[in-house]
Antibody, heavy 123, light 107 residues
Framework: EVQLLESGGGLVQPGGSLRLSCAAS????????MTWVRQAPGKGLEWVSS????????YYADSVKGRFTISRDNSKNTLYLQMNSLRAEDTAVYYC????????????????WGQGTTVTVSS | DIQMTQSPSSLSASVGDRVTITCRAS??????LNWYQQKPGKAPKLLIY???SFQSGVPSRFSGSGSGTDFTLTISSLQPEDFATYYC?????????FGQGTKLEIK
């Protein structure tokens, strides 16, 4: 069964850091681009970041560029999101998702999603 | 960045109704448009990719169409399990964007 399992969420103070992990199973991890999407309480979906299968190319939303870093360890089938300089507006459920193919641009959406992990930034 | 605008933002309909949701891109995205369904407290689910291709397991009452800047998601005969929020998303650019969502409620 294809599965994604996020972890690492929690309560952090403004300016703090957190690292999210997403453990993948049931598919050839290196063959697929991966994406993080977040959803603030009561709000819509917001794309955060994507990474190619090799990890060689990464892309970020303007709202997190310079503060968040996406990475992957293909030997561990795990995706990461390092979040620094956190702000109240980063409070959200963070989902990792598998891209339908290996591409990011000219691609076909995200077909497998984790259950989400909650990040709360508050003093 | 490419902006995605959905309409309407909310919609009330009855079981058996035909419903159409539209999504407009701020520039041409060819057919790199995807539709998701999200129910409260759950992760989004991919319904349609590449504007009109069905994701595996999606009922045939869902259909998508469009190209360029204008796209539609149609549910031909609403079922009780279809009441949810729907999002469009463009994957033409390396910087993905979602529409703001359409909440489909029971009339």
């Amino acid at each position: 069964e294809v599965q994604l399992l996020e972890s690492g969420g929690g309560l952090v103070q403004p300016g703090g850091s957190l690292r999210l992990s997403c453990a993948a199973s049931g598919f050839t991890f290196t063959s697929y681009a991966m994406t993080w999407v977040r959803q603030a309480p009561g709000k819509g979906l917001e794309w955060v970041s994507s990474i190619t299968g090799s990890g060689g190319s990464t892309y970020y939303a303007d709202s997190v560029k310079g503060r968040f870093t996406i990475s992957r360890d293909n030997s561990k089938n795990t995706l990461y999101l390092q979040m620094n300089s956190l702000r109240a507006e980063d409070t959200a459920v963070y989902y990792c998702a598998k891209n339908l193919g290996g591409l990011i641009r000219f691609s076909y959406g995200m077909d497998v999603w984790g259950q989400g992990t909650t990040v709360t930034v508050s003093s | 960045d490419i902006q995605m605008t959905q309409s309407p933002s909310s919609l009330s309909a009855s079981v058996g109704d035909r419903v159409t949701i539209t999504c407009r891109a701020s520039q041409s995205i060819s057919r790199y448009l995807n539709w998701y369904q999200q129910k409260p407290g759950k992760a989004p689910k991919l319904l349609i990719y590449a504007a009109s291709s069905f994701q595996s397991g999606v009922p045939s009452r869902f259909s998508g169409s469009g190209s360029g800047t204008d796209f539609t998601l149609t549910i031909s005969s609403l079922q009780p399990e279809d009441f949810a929020t729907y999002y469009c998303q463009q994957s033409y650019s390396t910087l993905y964007t979602f529409g703001q969502g359409t909440k489909l409620e029971i009339k």
